[in-house]
Each structure stands twice: as C-alpha cells, then as structure tokens.
C-alpha cells in the first residue's frame, strides 16, 4: 500500500491515495510488533479490514504482479494473493 499511496499522490488521485493510506494504517495499528520491528516472516497475521479494503488491496497487488520489482517481492505478492483472494469468495 506505501508505493500505492505514493503513486496516487504523485498522480493526484486524492481517494486512492487516501484508502491506500488507510490499510496502510489498519495494518500498523494491528500488527504485533517485535521490538519495534515487523515480525518474523514465518508469523502468520490476521488483520481485519473492510471487505471493499481487502478488494482494493487485492487489485491494486494484482496490478503490481504486472511489473514485479524483484524475485522476492514477486514471491510474497504471489503469496498475498493466494492467501487472500480465496476468502473474498
């Protein structure tokens, strides 16, 4: 959601820049911290978001997947994904 949010901000698209923002915060606001870092990779989250947040989120991931930036941040969107589109029915 942070390249999201700063994609929109450059492109001057207030909402989505704004709902980017938001799951953003939702996330930070819910995950366990780990001496003020995230948790181990292997920790399994659960963050609650509205069910148009979790579409957003999974749009906007499945356009990122269009231009993967590397191997390993490919590897966890495909990861993302498989986890989380399942249960949006």
């Not at 909402?15 to 606001?29: H, K, L, N």
């Not at 947040?53 to 994904?81: C, G, I, M, N, Y």
Request: charged residues 20%; proline residues 6%; hydrophobic residues 45%.
């Amino acid at each position: 959601m942070d390249n999201t949010a700063t994609n929109a901000l450059h492109g001057f698209d207030e909402a989505t820049e704004t709902v980017a923002r938001d799951i953003r915060q939702a996330g930070w606001d819910q995950v366990p911290w780990v001496d003020g870092q995230w948790p181990p990779m292997d920790q399994v989250l659960t963050i609650r978001l509205l069910a148009v947040q979790w579409e957003f989120a999974v749009s906007h991931l499945a356009k990122s997947l269009a231009w993967p930036s590397d191997d390993e941040s490919e590897a966890l969107e495909r990861a993302a994904l498989a986890e989380v589109s399942p249960q949006l029915g």
